[in-house]
């Protein structure tokens, strides 16, 4: 909602409420009327992200706001300066900083720096739109969270995708091992015990925060879901598969960010092999950013003519790209790490070639094909096998497409997320 002059509307609540704890263990009744239908709930979202970016955790943040506006919760999404505004979400944007401009992906020494912007940013929209409670991602959000939380007296959910320690290995940040990985390692078990609610995308991340001190009672598993009506098996686009030069190709898609940690160069790696067992096979290799590196990989192998690099897809664009796909492709090397792509797979009716680690087998299930992490060789066959074994492989998608349906339907993780809320004691500041 807008007012006359561009602002969100402010919508505003009765001031005659029970007094909360931060505990997680009382439910207020005004909590109660929200989700009854007498009156909207609203929730801050916190994404330390140069959200909208058509990836990974900005698809999370997006759907789950998406799915809480059909039950009636009002969201106000306070982000990064820069980013994609979106038509059916409210966002307000951090203060940008001459100098210095935040990543699209992966850390930076800046990004502090842009944190306190975030936090004041969060602390001008709370006055307004007085939220009944804060829904931080990522371990930044548990940062800012924890202080709105101490002067707004409403409670905090994290959203956390993996962990910070290992990201930043993942990234090269940070040394696998020695005094600065412990350090951020006793950070990161600090932060993840400060909220009310702890949502994790995994069974996997569920262990991980029990045995790092969090009470399992403020720990829930809220997997990543999809959008099962926009993700779906769609005709073969036959205009855009003769664009790409994709005629008569037996085509491995692969939709994500471009970097080592996602598996791209190990990718690389397998296609060389691929493609000498299976000579019309193509890799449509989808995604952002670091497009001009890989295209001097892909030169440096001799893949030019295997490879299509067209860079980024649009989110509503995905489905139109996924279907010109035989087989997909995720050699995630992160161990913790949440990996979205994997359902849109699946929704779309695709074969699915996985790194195998706890986070994909939770997803994939049985119908999942397997490669050891960090293995090219047995990527490389995986997907051979796959491309070789048509009728296998529309076994798997399908089957793939029914388990989406079933387990990781976003309407379904809506109202259970709105349930997790019901949980919660929560006034909004007066």
């Known amino acids: 909602m807008r007012r006359a002059d561009g602002r969100p509307a402010r919508l505003e609540c009765g001031r005659d409420r029970p007094s909360t704890r931060h505990d997680g263990r009382t439910v207020s009744r005004r909590l109660r009327m929200t989700l009854d239908g007498s009156g909207p709930l609203r929730v801050l979202v916190v994404a330390p992200t140069p959200f909208f970016g058509d990836r990974g955790c900005h698809i999370r943040i997006y759907e789950e706001v998406r799915g809480l506006a059909a039950l009636g919760v009002e969201s106000s999404?306070?982000?990064?300066?820069?980013?994609?505004?979106?038509?059916?979400?409210?966002?307000?944007?951090?203060?940008?900083?001459?100098?210095?401009?935040?990543?699209?992906?992966?850390?930076?020494w800046t990004r502090p720096v842009i944190d306190l912007s975030l936090w004041r940013a969060a602390r001008r929209v709370a006055r307004w739109f007085r939220p009944h409670l804060i829904h931080a991602h990522l371990h930044e959000g548990i940062a800012i969270g924890t202080r709105l939380r101490a002067s707004l007296s409403v409670p905090l959910v994290a959203d956390?995708?993996?962990?910070?320690?290992?990201?930043?290995?993942?990234h090269g940040f940070l040394p696998a091992h020695g005094l600065r990985r412990r350090l951020v390692q006793r950070i990161?078990?600090?932060?993840?015990?400060?909220?009310?609610?702890?949502?994790?995308?995994?069974?996997?991340?569920?262990?991980?925060?029990?045995?790092?001190?969090?009470?399992?009672a403020r720990i829930e598993a809220l997997p990543d879901g999809v959008d099962l009506e926009r993700f779906r098996p769609l005709p073969l686009d036959d205009a855009l598969r003769a664009q790409l030069g994709l005629v008569g190709k037996r085509v491995v898609v692969f939709l994500g960010v471009l970097t080592p940690y996602q598996g791209v160069d190990l990718?690389?790696?397998?296609?060389?092999?691929?493609?000498?067992?299976?000579?019309?096979?193509?890799?449509?290799?989808?995604?952002?950013?670091?497009?001009?590196h890989y295209r001097d990989e892909i030169?440096?192998?001799?893949?030019?003519?295997?490879?299509?690099?067209?860079?980024?897809?649009?989110?509503?664009?995905?489905?139109?790209?996924?279907?010109?796909?035989?087989?997909?492709?995720?050699?995630?090397?992160?161990?913790?790490?949440?990996?979205?792509?994997?359902?849109?797979?699946?929704?779309?009716?695709?074969?699915?070639?996985?790194?195998?680690?706890?986070?994909?087998?939770?997803?994939?299930?049985?119908?999942?094909?397997?490669?050891?992490?960090?293995?090219?060789?047995?990527?490389?066959?995986?997907l051979v096998d796959a491309l070789k074994d048509a009728e296998g492989g529309r076994r798997r998608g399908d089957a793939l497409r029914r388990r989406a349906e079933e387990r990781?339907?976003?309407?379904?993780?809506?109202?259970?997320?709105?349930n997790l809320y019901r949980g919660l004691s929560a006034t909004p500041p007066p």
């Open 267 to 292: 990718l690389l790696d397998a296609a060389v092999r691929v493609v000498a067992d299976v000579p019309d096979a193509h890799f449509l290799v989808m995604g952002y950013p670091n497009e001009d």
């Open 188 to 216: 990161e078990t600090w932060l993840s015990q400060q909220p009310d609610l702890v949502l994790t995308s995994s069974s996997h991340g569920v262990t991980w925060l029990a045995e790092h001190g969090v009470p399992t």
């Open 299 to 382: 030169r440096s192998r001799g893949l030019q003519a295997a490879v299509t690099l067209p860079g980024r897809i649009p989110y509503d664009e995905a489905p139109r790209w996924l279907g010109l796909g035989h087989v997909a492709v995720s050699p995630k090397q992160s161990l913790t790490e949440a990996n979205g792509k994997l359902l849109n797979y699946m929704a779309c009716g695709l074969p699915v070639v996985a790194s195998e680690t706890p986070v994909n087998r939770e997803l994939l299930g049985d119908e999942g094909i397997y490669a050891a992490v960090g293995d090219a060789d047995a990527l490389a066959q995986r």
């Open 77 to 108: 999404v306070v982000t990064y300066p820069s980013g994609r505004d979106l038509p059916d979400v409210e966002i307000h944007r951090a203060t940008s900083i001459p100098g210095i401009r935040a990543r699209e992906l992966g850390p930076s």
């Open 160 to 170: 956390l995708q993996g962990s910070l320690a290992a990201e930043l290995v993942d």
């Open 408 to 418: 990781f339907a976003w309407p379904v993780l809506a109202a259970r997320l709105a």
